[in-house]
């Protein structure tokens, strides 16, 4: 605890508001994916008052930073001026990240910097918080700054190129997703001889027999 400032209580509380939102405005949109459940898996002190986490929901995963004082209380407005909704420069081992200013009644000033937005690219909560726990670990890694095969792979999931599933051996990895069948265009399709089946709308091949009947 620091000070007047409970980390675990603080984690109940946002996992309490996330799911709130969920249950209020999100749950029946299509972006979210239902298997996935709200969880903060780790949010570790980072120094006096400076805390990092990761959380899961069923539309998104972030990392999210929190800020306060030697008494406990929100430090925001005593070390930024960005308001709520702009973003504030946040310095790692892995580079600079660009955190979003949060802020509710419940649980004060926090900040939000999105990890993956695409979570129907995840097979389930335990991949999702996997996968949470892997990017927070690459955030301490000065390695990241560059494009590893690891980084390479997340900017690939983020594109919606690949996903996420469980390997046998209960690790994670990352799967490409098949490329769609490329569609004919207009031009294409008016190119293409029509049959006389195909052109009457009569579904099945065309018997050369019948065809050649006349």
Not at 75 to 96: D, I, N, Y
Not at 125 to 148: G, P, R, S, Y
Not at 168 to 195: A, H, M, Y
Request: hydrophobic share 35%.
């Amino acid at each position: 605890m620091q000070n007047g400032f409970d980390a675990n209580e603080w984690v109940n509380l946002m996992q309490k508001h996330y799911d709130s939102v969920y249950q209020k405005s999100m749950k029946a949109i299509p972006i979210c994916n239902s298997t996935i459940l709200i969880e903060i898996p780790v949010l570790q002190q980072l120094a006096d008052g400076r805390y990092l986490g990761v959380i899961v929901t069923p539309w998104f995963i972030n990392a999210v930073f929190k800020l306060v004082d030697k008494e406990g209380n929100d430090a925001h407005k005593t070390q930024f001026t960005a308001k709520v909704s702009e973003c504030v420069t946040l310095k790692f081992p892995s580079g600079q990240y660009e955190f979003i200013v949060n802020y509710q009644p419940e649980v004060g000033y926090f900040y939000t910097c999105s990890l993956m937005s695409d979570m129907h690219a995840l097979e389930s909560h335990k991949v999702a918080v996997d996968f949470a726990l892997e990017c927070f670990k690459l955030i301490f890694n000065e390695e990241a700054k560059e494009q590893t095969n690891q980084q390479q792979a997340i900017k690939k999931i983020r594109m919606g190129q690949a996903m996420i599933a469980e390997s046998q051996d209960g690790q994670i990895q990352i799967v490409d997703k098949p490329k769609p069948k490329p569609t004919k265009t207009v031009q294409e399709k008016l190119d293409t001889p029509v049959s006389r089946r195909g052109m009457f709308g009569l579904k099945g091949q065309d018997n050369p027999e019948i065809e050649n009947r006349e």
